[in-house]
Structure formats: C-alpha cells, structure tokens
C-alpha cells in the first residue's frame, strides 16, 4: 500500500481525466484508476464505424484549447480516444491502467480502494466510472431462440461480422437508429422495434442544432428549472455525425426500405409480438423536432438575430404508411431474420462501493456532486449539477468545481512534514 493520496479517481474517461488534469493544477496528489485503458468505453463498447453526436467544439475538457464554435466536423471514436490519450500525456496525469476496482472501505477518515493489483489508500475519492458502461438487456431476451443470434450494441462492429440475412434492432435511440442506418446502407433487410425518442433537426436556420441550443442556455439548466411535464431521465434525442452529421427519422428509415414496429412486447423462440404504439412514437419524435424549432425560433426573434430562413429537411417529410401500426407479429424464422440487436441502453454497476454510499437506485449518493459520504466526489452522471452533466461538454464547469470544493476541505502537509 503507498502513502495516503489526497484523492483517487475511479475512471479514465472524459470525466476522470478532466477532474485529473484540475486536481494537477492545484497540487493535489492522486492517482486515476481504470480498469482497461484510457478511454475503455469508447474503445471496446463502440462499434467500427461509430461517429459521436457532438462536434469537436463541445468535447473540449479543462485545458484544452478553444474551438470553432460553428465548426461541424464530428470525430469518430478511434479518434476521440486518440484525443484522450494525447491528453493524459500532455498533463502528466497520473493514470494506472488495466486495474479493476474490486471493493472500498472507508477507515480512520480515509478510502482503502482495493484493485486487482494494488490496495491504494486516499481522503477523497471521487466516482467517474459513468453510469453508461454495462450493457442492459430486457428479460425477454432469455426467451429468444437458440437459433438466432442476439447481442448488445456494445458487442456490435460492422455489417460484415454479422450472420446472412435479415437484422432485428430492438430500440430505436441513438444506438439503435445508428446502426440501423448502416445496415440498411449495407443493403441488409432490417426490422426496428421503435420506442418513445425525441429527434433533433441536425441543422437548423444556417446552423447546428446543437449551437443553437448552447446559445439558448439550454445545456446550463438545472433539474429545478424544467417543466414538470419533462421527464428528467428521458432518453437522448436520436441524431448523428455521420458524414458531417445529418437528420435521422423514423419515416425515412421506412422510405429506406426498413421495417418499423411498435416496442418489443413479448418473445416465444422465433415468434415476437410488438406493442401497437409506432404511430405514436413517430408522432412523439416529430413533435419534439417540430418543438426544437420553435425554440430556436423563438430565440432568434427575441435577440434579433439575423439568420437564415427555416429550410425543409426532407428527411422529415411525412411517411403515409407510418400513421397506422403494422402486423404486430413477426416470425424471424419466416422473415429471414438471423440477428437481433439489443439496442436497450447501458448502466452503470457499483457493487464495488459500500451499500451506504449508494442510493436507492444503487448509484452513489450525491447532491450536486458532492457525496453524502464525507470525501466522496461524483462526475459525469447526468444532472450532477446541470443537463451537461452527461456529456462531454459539461465536464470542465463540474470538475473545476468539484476539484476546488475536494482542495478547500483537503488538509495539505506543511513543507516541515514532507
């Protein structure tokens, strides 16, 4: 065991690495702990192809350079974990990869993190694993027949890697419509079982949808702030960066030659039987694009911006056949189908925290990032304090504070007791 840190840090992700590089600037002593390598989720849980959502200018973390803030290149994963390697070298931090934390116990006013190499001790700990790390999979994955392939996204890679035939995507997120996307591209007859998702306009009056939304001061809101009748854990609108980033919609993905179902219902071997909810979840998606643009609209007017006129995406032009909903039955077997894709999100997995730092929903318990238990620190979860808490361009806001919070409670040694 080395000598007491003043931190440690589980997690080498955007979020570890951006509270790294500010506890290095105050002096703190830490170390970064990750259970592969740097960037390990975006490494092994993403497949070849995979592009992220946010253009380059909203991944910056602290320290980094100032980008275009209308620049539209999106990097693909291999490059963003590129980006995150050069960024651990060119801050020194101090990262030990290929450890897994296996339990913590807190003991005399300390964190003992016990890995599957060292035993470190330290006054802070801070959690920045990610909540978007452990593949979910319904239940009625269990009743699927043998015959058929099933994996997660996480497992996903290329067309290619995939058996002959047709291809099932259960869940139609961000995930789910990516991949989906490409299959079709790839000429594979594909089936999607759709869900309740917003979709966003990638462009919209002569810009990214997304900077429009930075502007609006959409990103800076608090839970406390929002509208009672927005749900606070809603899934992520569908949009992507592929090809400089474009519109994705449900009634295209039909024009495309996909075809659409409600949710996944129930499974028995071969046969399926889906809910009779798609024409609502192609109006649920509409009406939250067509709310986007009104926002954007509205904001624009108010601070006399002179922008370009509303253009039509035809992407999101109506689709008559998506109004009603279709046979909700599908035999794989007689469909061709020899795949299904669980495109059903991730979480996060805990197990390793004493059951008295977590919360009811098993995460660690924290109010604005600050742990109920003494020294303990959260980063990256959505909402840690604002909606940009997710993602990668809310971590520099929350690991300055929590970096300055953990170094005005941290009791540093004097230059006699070094």
């Known amino acids: 065991m080395s000598a007491t840190l003043e931190a440690a840090v589980v997690g080498a992700g955007q979020a570890g690495l951006g509270v790294s590089r500010e506890l290095a600037a105050r002096g703190v002593d830490h170390v970064v ?66 450890v897994e934390v296996l339990a913590v116990e807190q003991r005399a006013g300390t964190y003992l993190v016990k890995t599957s190499a060292d035993t470190y001790r330290a006054r802070s700990l801070i959690v920045a694993a990610g909540i978007q790390n452990i593949p979910r999979i319904p239940v009625v994955a269990r009743f699927l027949s043998g015959a058929i392939d099933q994996l997660h996204t996480a497992m996903y890679r290329r067309p290619e890697a995939l058996k002959p035939g047709g291809v099932l995507v259960v869940g139609s997120g961000q995930s789910g419509c990516q991949i989906a996307e490409e299959l079709v591209e790839a000429g594979r007859r594909v089936y999607l079982a759709t869900s309740r998702v917003g979709r966003l306009p990638r462009r919209y009056r002569g810009r990214d949808t997304l900077a429009w939304r930075c502007d609006m001061g959409f990103y800076d809101q608090t839970a406390e702030s929002l509208d009672t009748s927005e749900p606070l854990w809603a899934p992520i609108p569908i949009a992507t960066g592929v090809r400089g980033g474009h519109t994705l919609s449900l009634q295209q993905f039909a024009r495309d030659g996909a075809l659409l179902f409600g949710h996944l219902d129930a499974v028995s071997g071969t046969r399926l039987r889906f809910a009779a909810d798609l024409a609502d979840n192609v109006r649920f998606g509409d009406e939250f694009a067509a709310k986007t643009r009104s926002m954007i609209d509205e904001y624009i007017l108010q601070k006399r911006i002179d922008a370009p006129p509303a253009e039509e995406d035809p992407v999101e032009a109506p689709e008559a056949r998506l109004g009603v909903d279709p046979s909700r039955e599908l035999n794989l077997r007689a469909a061709g189908v020899r795949t299904v894709i669980w495109a059903t999100g991730f979480g996060g997995e805990f197990g390793w925290l004493p059951t008295a730092m977590r919360d009811r929903a098993g995460v660690p318990a924290q109010t604005d990032g600050i742990g ?27 690991a300055r504070r929590i970096a300055a919070h953990l170094t005005r409670k941290a009791t540093f040694p004097t230059p006699a007791q070094v």
């Open 33 to 98: 702990l990750e259970r592969g390598r740097v960037g390990e989720t975006w490494r092994s849980q993403r497949w070849d192809s995979f592009v992220l959502n946010t253009p380059v200018w909203m991944n910056r973390l602290p320290g980094s350079p100032e980008a275009d803030g209308d620049a539209a290149r999106f990097p693909t994963g291999w490059e963003f974990v590129q980006d995150l390697e050069r960024y651990a070298r060119s801050h020194g931090l101090p990262v030990v990869e290929n």
């Open 372 to 398: 109920h238990a003494p020294g303990l620190y959260v980063l990256g979860f959505p909402w840690i304090s604002k909606r940009k808490s997710g993602i990668i361009y809310g971590i520099e806001e929350d």
